[in-house]
């Protein structure tokens, strides 16, 4: 193997090594380990690496041919800004969620109690009360539920991190909680027949609870509507994120089972339907 100096040299061998992965995984893995921007990973190919650099990004890079995905590589993934801790047994954070919390920020009022429904990572409860209170809302009451221990264990890590006071509950759906004046959630939307069609990283390494939604991807929703009234106050919202082929039938479903909810639909910045929100007119 020729001698590793530069970062050139470096993303050579990986793209070799790591050939069954895809280009932007192993830039991302590797600017991360090395500190830089994407930017700058493409600017500065030139650069000189140590011998302990080099090393520690061919033990990443051999992680990562086996089909480990890079955010757990690295122990952490990006939301909105922040740095978020993952593992494995924990969804990696998605970009499409961040405008979920950007939409749910626009409705927030002071001393509203606010649950984060399968909170995974405790990603979207972080992104929220930092960027509330940038807002002046530091007088949130935050709530964050899982049915998984390794998520809520994952979550109140991430919390104590970010100093965000949050009180952790574990639940199937909302059974069990009590009443908030927001529900928000990125619920598991995927259909069991798109399983063939995903990213094998994905498959390998994130909860399948998580990922997938039952036959058509709307087990969530069913139970969501029927017990969202008991734990909405009045004047109560919520905010789901969901499939972007799946929204006439949301549609349907908020229509019989939730009629005394004002619903609107949103695009993504892709422009396709992926978030809803729902207002109880009580």
Same mark, same amino acid.
């Given at each position: 193997?020729?001698? !590793?100096?530069?970062?050139?040299?470096?993303?050579?061998?990986?793209?070799?090594?790591?050939? *069954?992965?895809?280009?932007? %995984? !192993?830039?991302?893995?590797?600017?991360?380990?090395?500190?830089?921007?994407?930017?700058?990973?493409?600017?500065?190919?030139?650069?000189?690496?140590?011998?302990?650099?080099?090393?520690?990004?061919?033990?990443?890079?051999?992680?990562?041919?086996?089909?480990?995905?890079?955010?757990?590589?690295?122990?952490?993934?990006?939301?909105?800004?922040?740095?978020?801790?993952?593992?494995?047994?924990?969804? !990696?954070?998605?970009? =499409?969620?961040?405008?979920?919390?950007?939409?749910?920020?626009?409705?927030?009022?002071?001393?509203?109690?606010?649950?984060?429904?399968?909170?995974?990572?405790?990603?979207?409860?972080?992104?929220?009360?930092?960027?509330?209170?940038?807002?002046? +809302?530091?007088?949130? *009451?935050?709530?964050?539920?899982?049915?998984?221990?390794?998520?809520?264990?994952?979550?109140?890590?991430?919390?104590?991190?970010?100093?965000?006071?949050?009180?952790?509950?574990?639940?199937?759906?909302?059974?069990?909680?009590?009443?908030?004046?927001?529900?928000?959630?990125?619920?598991?939307?995927?259909?069991?027949?798109?399983?063939?069609? #995903?990213?094998?990283?994905?498959?390998? *390494? =994130?909860? =399948?609870?998580?990922? +997938? /939604?039952?036959?058509?991807?709307?087990?969530?929703?069913?139970?969501?509507?029927?017990?969202?009234?008991?734990?909405?106050?009045?004047? /109560?919202?919520?905010?789901?994120?969901?499939?972007?082929?799946?929204?006439?039938?949301?549609?349907?479903?908020?229509?019989?089972?939730?009629? %005394?909810?004002?619903?609107? +639909?949103?695009?993504?910045?892709? *422009?396709?339907?992926? #978030?809803?929100?729902?207002?109880?007119?009580?």
């Amino acid at each position: 193997m020729a001698k !590793i100096n530069t970062l050139n040299d470096l993303n050579t061998w990986a793209t070799q090594a790591a050939a *069954n992965q895809r280009p932007e %995984d !192993i830039a991302f893995l590797l600017a991360e380990r090395l500190g830089l921007s994407p930017s700058e990973f493409q600017l500065k190919q030139e650069l000189e690496l140590s011998l302990d650099q080099v090393q520690q990004a061919q033990k990443d890079i051999k992680k990562l041919a086996r089909g480990i995905s890079p955010q757990y590589i690295l122990g952490y993934s990006w939301f909105l800004g922040y740095k978020i801790m993952v593992q494995r047994g924990v969804l !990696i954070p998605r970009f =499409e969620t961040e405008e979920l919390v950007e939409w749910a920020l626009q409705s927030l009022q002071a001393n509203d109690k606010i649950l984060d429904l399968g909170t995974g990572s405790g990603c979207i409860t972080v992104a929220l009360a930092k960027e509330a209170a940038k807002k002046g +809302f530091t007088d949130l *009451n935050l709530y964050a539920s899982d049915v998984s221990d390794v998520a809520l264990r994952t979550s109140e890590e991430n919390f104590l991190t970010y100093q965000v006071d949050a009180i952790v509950r574990k639940a199937n759906v909302l059974i069990g909680l009590e009443k908030f004046d927001k529900i928000i959630s990125n619920p598991p939307y995927i259909k069991d027949t798109e399983r063939s069609e #995903m990213d094998q990283n994905v498959l390998q *390494n =994130e909860p =399948e609870e998580a990922l +997938f /939604g039952g036959v058509d991807g709307l087990n969530f929703y069913r139970k969501f509507v029927q017990q969202v009234r008991e734990h909405l106050n009045s004047g /109560g919202e919520f905010f789901l994120e969901y499939g972007y082929n799946q929204k006439e039938q949301l549609q349907d479903l908020f229509a019989q089972e939730l009629p %005394d909810f004002t619903i609107e +639909f949103k695009n993504d910045l892709a *422009n396709k339907p992926r #978030m809803v929100k729902g207002k109880w007119n009580n």
